[in-house]
């Protein structure tokens, strides 16, 4: 029996990410159901690329901040990168499309629809 | 100034279900996002009518069950009604599909296609 080499160990700023084949449906639907990450999801969706973390003013704490940022990257729903000092966001359109095609857009469809009829964004 | 009539008391065995109106996206996604509740309505999706409480054989406590059961009927996703003795369950496709079109499907094919990768139902 033999065991493997252990992993290198992370750099600090290194932050961890479930790969694919951890993804589960009902953590990204989780992730999603909360009315700011929704949104920090919408405008990823609309931005398609990567945007600080700094972009985002939501009202809440920092703490409260960084614990949806979290939540959302902890599901598989974006990835956080640094570069330079800052933390930048991108959505993982791309991994989730092939793990559940069509689901992120109709979600971002059905958040549209909502914003219209409830007179918001 | 007048003040409407009371609405007639409810009888305890009506159960309050919000109207099409007061259906939040995010409340559904929530009600989806637990395992045991995402069963629940592949159940009901795959059977197409209702199915009373008692058909359902959730590896929890009878009161754990029945929280995960109000909670899909605060949130839209299902309809509960009883009918003698029973309390029977549907879901509220066609309210969601006016709502969020495709998105409860989406949801389903992916719950689907997850089971299937991971070997389970």
């Known amino acids: 029996m033999t065991t493997a080499a252990p ?12 790969p694919c084949e951890e993804i589960r449906l009902e953590s990204v639907l989780h992730a999603l159901s909360d009315p700011m990450r929704l949104q920090v999801v919408r405008e990823l969706a ?3 690329g ?25 599901s598989g729903v974006i990835r956080q990168v640094y570069r330079g000092t ?7 359109a791309d991994d989730l499309e092939a793990l559940f095609p ?3 857009g109709r ?11 409830l007179g918001g964004r």
Do not use: I, W, Y
Request: aromatic share 4%; proline share 8%; net charge positive.
């Open 102 to 104: 069509g689901l992120l």
């Open 86 to 92: 800052a933390k930048m966001n991108g959505l993982r």
């Open 7 to 18: 992993a290198p160990a992370p750099s600090g700023r290194d932050l961890p990410h479930p």
């Open 50 to 74: 990567e945007l600080s973390c700094s972009h985002f003013v939501l009202p809440v704490t920092k703490s409260t901040t960084t614990h949806h940022f979290r939540v959302l990257r902890e």
């Open 107 to 117: 979600v971002l469809e059905a958040a549209a629809r909502q914003s219209d009829r």
């Open 46 to 48: 609309a931005d398609g």
